[in-house]
Antibody, heavy 122, light 110 residues
Framework: EVQLLESGGGLVQPGGSMRLSCAAS????????MSWVRQAPGKGLEWVSA????????YYADSVKGRFTISRDKSKNTLYLQMNSLRAEDTAVYYC???????????????WGQGTLVTVSS | QSALTQPASVSGSPGQSITISCTGT?????????VSWYQQHPGKAPKLIIY???NRPSGVSTRFSGSKSGNTASLTISGLQAEDEANYHC??????????FGGGTKLTVL
């Protein structure tokens, strides 16, 4: 069974940093691209970033480009999102997602974690 | 990249059919057959119900179907059931190699 378990959320001050982790199991981690998707309270979903299965190629939404960095560790089957220069508008539940197909880097998400809440406030 | 446009809310009675639209541009919905739909119950993670415009993952009810015409994709739910009451989100691949979501639609089963 595919499982994605996020961790690392919490309260952070504006301008601060935070790193989210996502532990993956139940599939060959390095074969699949992964993405982070977030949802601000009471709002819709917003795609944040994606990374290829190899980790060599990364993609970012304009809203986080230059501030967030996505990465993955094949030996630990773990996906990361390093978030710097955080703003109030980054407050959201952050979901780790797995791409449905074992090809391509951006697209359908067939498995989602339970999400971790990041609150940016002073 | 602007968000796709979905109606904020739709409603229907049990047994009826409803359709939720998702409008983008030729740079996303209109340019690719990579539109997917997600169902999200309150407090839960989204669940994939339609991918590549009109394909259902294994285990998803045949009451859910998808289509696309031009820059607008649609999700149709037939034979509405109380359990279908949820938020529905569309998303599309874009010309910039990114993904864009709609604002989400709240479905109320009367």
């Amino acid at each position: 069974e595919v499982q994605l378990l996020e961790s690392g959320g919490g309260l952070v001050q504006p301008g601060g940093s935070m790193r989210l982790s996502c532990a993956a199991s139940g599939f060959t981690f390095s074969n699949y691209a992964m993405s982070w998707v977030r949802q601000a309270p009471g709002k819709g979903l917003e795609w944040v970033s994606a990374i290829s299965g190899s980790g060599e190629t990364t993609y970012y939404a304009d809203s986080v480009k230059g501030r967030f960095t996505i990465s993955r560790d094949k030996s630990k089957n773990t996906l990361y999102l390093q978030m710097n220069s955080l703003r109030a508008e980054d407050t959201a539940v952050y979901y780790c997602t797995k791409k449905r197909e074992d090809y391509g880097d951006v697209g359908t998400f067939d498995c989602w974690g339970q999400g971790t809440l990041v609150t940016v406030s002073s | 990249q602007s968000a796709l446009t979905q109606p904020a809310s739709v409603s229907g009675s049990p047994g009826q059919s409803i359709t939720i639209s998702c409008t983008g541009t030729s740079n996303d919905v209109g340019g690719y057959n990579y539109v997917s739909w997600y169902q999200q119950h309150p407090g839960k993670a989204p669940k994939l119900i339609i991918y590549d415009v009109n394909n259902r993952p294994s285990g998803v009810s045949t009451r859910f179907s998808g289509s696309k015409s031009g820059n607008t994709a649609s999700l149709t739910i037939s034979g509405l059931q109380a359990e279908d009451e949820a938020n529905y989100h569309c998303t599309s691949y874009t010309v910039s190699s990114t993904q864009v979501f709609g604002g989400g639609t709240k479905l109320t089963v009367l």
